[in-house]
């Protein structure tokens, strides 16, 4: 597999200023004042037409989080409204376009794919208990461990979410997507 790899250039804008606050790093940080930070990483020559993207890796240093260790940092990703490195006249704010997501959210969906096998493995273990006492005749308990199963498979546990964040009609929405589409 080819691997490519590109240099950027790194600034710094005030979410209400035009001017470079630092010229030789892209920071993000949130005053309780008028203004933010919004780091600006520019890949210059960089053409993404017609190009599978299989990984983009970014590496973020973080300072301890500010007003005392308990706050929490999100480094948010957003979409550049504009494709030059400096443009002339636009804000911090005016750079910053649709959300890509965060850093958080890419940790979430980590911790749900690696959960999504352990959920499978529990399932899967519990199906056979009930199966076992399906044909011990313990019919009562054999229904009990089965619908619980269900209810912590990898398809049960989301319907039930849903269910419970928006309501039934949803949730026929979504096993009409898992089995049809």
């Not at 020559?45 to 940092?73: E, F, P, Q, W």
Request: one cysteine or more; hydrophobic letters at 45%.
């Amino acid at each position: 597999m080819a691997t490519v790899s590109f240099s950027a250039s790194l600034r710094t804008r005030k979410t209400n200023s035009s001017s470079d606050a630092k010229s030789d790093r892209a920071c993000q940080e949130f005053y309780s004042d008028d203004y933010n930070y919004v780091g600006i990483i520019h890949f210059s020559g960089m053409d993404l037409r017609n190009k599978i993207i299989t990984g983009v890796s970014i590496k973020a240093t973080s300072a301890s989080a500010g007003y005392g260790a308990s706050h929490t940092k999100t480094v948010y990703l957003r979409k550049s409204n504009y494709q030059a490195a400096a443009a002339s006249g636009v804000t911090g704010a005016g750079y910053a376009g649709a959300a890509l997501g965060t850093a958080v959210t890419f940790l979430l969906a980590l911790l749900l794919a690696l959960s999504t096998r352990v959920l499978t493995i529990i399932s899967s273990l519990g199906v056979t208990l009930s199966l076992l006492l399906f044909v011990t005749g313990d019919y009562k308990n054999g229904g009990i461990f089965l619908l619980l199963a269900w209810l912590i498979s990898p398809i049960g546990l989301p319907l039930i979410a849903e269910w419970l964040w928006r309501g039934l009609d949803n949730v026929r929405g979504m096993m009409w997507r898992i089995v049809f589409c």
